[in-house]
């Protein structure tokens, strides 16, 4: 499966690719999530993709980025709202010291939570953010290739972030 739109659980497109009788032309790549059009499906990703979180989570989680083969900008703001925001705050909750299996490349999810609560500047997060900077630097994941040191080092950009100015306001 592609780490990307084209192979995620939430455009219909891909799940009807494993359905012999489906008439695929009749169907657009689309996010169900985000009620958006992906016109470049293997350039496209988020992450609510299979890779990324273990079960389908149909909340947001950060951005939507595009890909140009060797860099990614994003493409789509997350949707700021209460409940993304509080989802966050679950998520951030639930990160633990000792790393999870992950797909083996790029930013991981847990990274992204933290990147956008701060992005988002959220000031509940702040003790789950505190809570994180202080994981042991060398804790490693499953495959003991990465450490936890990209991790601590976004929860201090957040805190910084937070602690920089009055919190913007979640749209209703």
């Known amino acids: 499966m592609p780490v990307c739109c084209a192979g995620c659980w939430f455009n219909p497109q891909s799940r009807a690719r494993s359905d012999p009788k489906a008439d695929l032309g009749s169907l657009s790549h689309r996010c169900e999530i985000r009620d958006l059009a992906i016109p470049e499906p293997f350039f496209t990703v988020c992450e609510n993709h299979p890779f990324s979180s273990p079960k389908p989570d149909h909340i947001p989680i950060g951005p939507v ?12 703001s997350s949707p700021d709202t209460e409940v993304v925001r509080q989802h966050l705050l679950d998520l951030v909750a639930q990160i633990e010291e000792q790393m999870p299996v992950e797909y ?3 930013v991981r999810c847990d990274e992204s ?16 953010l505190q809570r994180i900077e202080a994981f042991n630097p060398e804790t490693g994941g499953p495959f003991r290739f990465r450490k936890r040191v990209i991790l601590i ?8 972030e937070i602690e920089g100015g ?5 749209a209703v």
């Open 104 to 106: 083996g490349s790029g």
């Open 153 to 160: 080092e976004k929860a201090r950009a957040a805190l910084a």
């Open 65 to 76: 980025w595009v890909s140009d083969g060797e860099t990614g900008t994003i493409w789509v």
């Open 113 to 128: 939570i933290i990147w956008q609560l701060g992005k988002f500047r959220e000031r509940r997060a702040i003790p789950h």
């Open 166 to 170: 009055d919190p913007p306001q979640p």
